[in-house]
Nanobody, 128 residues
Framework: QVQLVESGGGLVQGGGSLRLSCAASGRTFTNYVMGWVRQAPGKGREFVAGITWSSGSTRYADSVKGRFTISRDNVKNTVYLQMNSLKPEDTAVYYC?????????????????????WGQGTQVTVSS
């Protein structure tokens, strides 16, 4: 059974940084893509960033490009989201997600339906 456990959320001032972690277990994730998705208060979930486990290809939402960096540690089976220059509009619950790669190992989907497994989420609050 796939388990995704997020950690690292918290309260930070605008302009600050946080690093989220997602520990993945339950199977071999070589043919998986890992993503971070967030949900702000009163809004729907939106794709933030994704990375393929095998090739390391990445994709980012326009709103976080240049500020957030996704990475993975194959030994620890952990995916990270380094968030710099945080803004109040980054306030949200951040979810880790995993989905099987259906085609190229270099393609990172941004559609939420392409992700099959989800963590419980971690709250990130950015004060102004």
């Amino acid at each position: 059974q796939v388990q995704l456990v997020e950690s690292g959320g918290g309260l930070v001032q605008g302009g600050g940084s946080l690093r989220l972690s997602c520990a993945a277990s339950g199977r071999t994730f070589t043919n998986y893509v890992m993503g971070w998705v967030r949900q702000a208060p009163g809004k729907g979930r939106e794709f933030v960033a994704g990375i393929t486990w095998s090739s390391g290809s990445t994709r980012y939402a326009d709103s976080v490009k240049g500020r957030f960096t996704i990475s993975r540690d194959n030994v620890k089976n952990t995916v990270y989201l380094q968030m710099n220059s945080l803004k109040p509009e980054d306030t949200a619950v951040y979810y880790c997600a995993a989905g099987q790669i259906g085609g190229s190992i270099y393609y990172v989907p941004s559609r939420l339906n392409d992700y099959d497994y989800w963590g419980q989420g971690t709250q990130v609050t950015v004060s102004s």
